[in-house]
Structure formats: C-alpha cells, structure tokens
DNA sequence: CTGGTCGATGTCAGTCACAGACATCAGATG
DNA sequence: CATCTGATGTCTGTGACTGACATCGACCAG
C-alpha cells in the first residue's frame, strides 16, 4: 500500500473548481484548497507553478492534437488548408463528455481577468507551436505566424461557441464553420468572380 | 510650491526601467522602485494596480489611435479596410524618438514570461476595441472578431519588426507589408485568377 | 534479511506583492 | 480665516510563493 492515497494533482483540481465555483477564485485560499485535498499548501505549490495553473491542464496534449494534425497532412499543403488539418485534430479532444466541466470552468475563468490572462497565455502558447510546425512544413514567415495565430483565432471562437448554451454541435462542424468566415474575410473577391 | 515633485508616475515609471534594466524584474522590489522615485511602497500602489503595470502605459492612447483611425474611414468599406485604416492611425504613435526607449523596454518583456503575459493582455484589449468598432461600423460577427484579431496580430508583428535590430522603416510601411502578407494568406485563389 | 537510495510529502521560516484604515498637510476655494 | 480636497505617509495585515531540511514507505542491491 502506498504511503499517500495516488492521484494527488487530481484531487487538487478537483477540489479547486469546487471552492472556486462555490466563493470564487480570490476568495480561495491555496492552502484551503490543499487542505480540502488532504494535503498542505506547499504540496499544492508542488504539483502547481501557481495558483492560477491549477485550471489549466492538459495543455501539452491540447498541443500534441494540433500539431499532429498539420504532420498528418500532405507536404506543400497551402497554410490555411494544414490549419484546417490541425483544427481538425484538435477537435476530437473536445467530445461532448467535456462539455459540462468546460463550461462550469469558463464560468470561472470568466469571472477572473487573472485567469483570462492566464488563457490567453494559453492560447498564444498553441499559436506559437503552431507556427513552429507550419514553418517546417514549408509556410514562410511571416505567413506561418499570421497563419498560426489566425488558426488560434479560430479555435478560440470556436470553443467559445461549443460551450455556448443550448449549442449541440459538436467542435469539428463549428471549426469549419468559422474557418470559412476567416477565409470569405479576405477572400470575398475570389467568391465574386466565380460568380 | 507644491507639497511634493510633480510627476511622480513618470518618476515612478522611469525609476523602475532603470532598476529592470540593471538588476532585473523579479529581481527588483516595489519598494526599491518607490524609493528611488522618492515615494514610500504603499504611493507606488496607488499609481499603478501591480508591479508590472508600471511598463505598460499608453494603452488609452493606443486604442484610441486604432478606433480613430476606423471612425474616420468611409462607412460599408470592407472589414480588412477598416483595419487598414486602423493600423494606419495607430503608426503615427510609433515615432522614430520613441524607438529606441520601446526597444530597452521590450528587452525587459522579452525576459519575464509574466510580463510577456500582460503584454498579450493589453494585445488582445486592442483587439477587443477594434471588435466592438468594426462591429459598430456594419461588419457582422463572427467576422468583425476574426477581422479584429488579424489587425492585432499583424500590429505585434508589425511592432516587433519596427523594434528589430537595423529595422529602419517606419511603422505605417511595415505594417502595410505584413497586412498585405495576410491577404494573400487566402487571397492567393483570387490572385490566380486574376493571372 | 539488511542497509541504502529515492520520491512524495510535511514542517518551518522567510520574502514580497498588495490592500485597508487612518493621519497629515499644502494649496485651492469660499 | 475656515474648510475642504487630493496626494501622500504610516501602520498593519493577508496571502502567494520559496528554500532548507526532516520524514518515511517503497524499492533495490547485496
């Protein structure tokens, strides 16, 4: 038998969003938040850089989904297509069991500007290896940048929309959706003269 | 004569680029900044919300440029006209005198992931005003987002070339290249037919 | 079986960002 | 002259986060 119950950085979580949803993140102590996962505030500090971090996991394999998207993707691809690719891939990490807990967790991010930092931080991180994987597909700077951030744009919008109330689509089909209004911004002209 | 030195935030805000520069950010203490202003930690706080708050002012100005620059263009123009325009306006804030001081203080951003965190706060605060004014001027959502986070990126593209080493160009004809980087990112259909 | 190493944790003490409450005082205002 | 105001100082507290060191079950070599 172990000497401490396993799944400790769970617990945490867990236990974090909890007393967050319940008083609020600054009203949240992070020695409470320990305390309620049966461990003291400087475990806490171990398994988490900071406070905030604590509601951001599972970022290397949201990152993972993306960039194996674009590697899957045949060579010379134009950008906004191996974008598409990542999106693609990407998607299928939002299925529709996440979708109760991601938004009872936006609703915490939301009322937080500490936190919505924290998620833009989040996402630049997703933009940047973007840019890294479309730059050695062959997209040139600063396209690969433009494209990467356009990309995480998009996806951005997107999961706002997929954990908005009574939206039933799922991520894949909302994605597409707002990648063809990224594509008709600039592209209103080649739409008018296939007309 | 008044009680005390005029100009205590831009004493502040110079005292604590000095002190970054030297010893660095997390290095250097509120209190240390306060005192060589002259001022006691608890003034410090009353001019500026956190720590890092103390490089990031302007930022009023800035968005005003961006929104000025909108309000001035013909109604019913194209969304990334708009932003053309916005980029445009806001230029005439990144003059020759202020390059050399943005470059210093971006060496500090540069080296603090914290504050390169505040930095896409305020980012993505241009962005966020840009929205709400292209959507005031007739472009539909989801495109007056898409658009207005393109100009946002193309602006810190735009900047981060302006403050390279060696760049010489003035803002208005970097961010008109980058801006035109992005068109062709999807416009590259119209361009062939047009060929 | 014994001893030693290892990894996750607890304990303790400390630094520092930041905030509330209250006092102070030069200058504007009537 | 009396009063008010705004920017500041002073004092005190809370909470995020860190370094140093101790603990102890698990696991492994002999």
Known sequence: MARWEPGTSDRLRAAALDLFVEQGFEQTTSAEIAHAAGVTERTFFRHFRDKREVLFGGQDQLELAFVTGIRDAPAGAPPLDLVAAALDSAAQFFTDERRASSRVRQT???????????????????????????????????????????????????????????????????ADGVLGALVSLTGAGAAEMEA
Chains 1, 2 share one sequence.
Request: net charge negative; proline share 6%; charged share 25%.
């Open 108 to 174: 915490v991010v939301d009322a937080n500007p500490a936190l919505q930092e924290r998620e833009r931080h989040k996402l630049a991180s997703v933009a940047a290896v973007l840019r890294t994987e479309l730059h050695a597909h062959g997209v040139p700077e600063p396209a690969a940048r433009l494209a990467a951030e356009s990309g995480a744009t998009v996806f951005s919008i997107s999961f706002a929309q997929w954990i908005a109330p009574g939206e039933e689509r799922g991520m894949r089909e909302i």
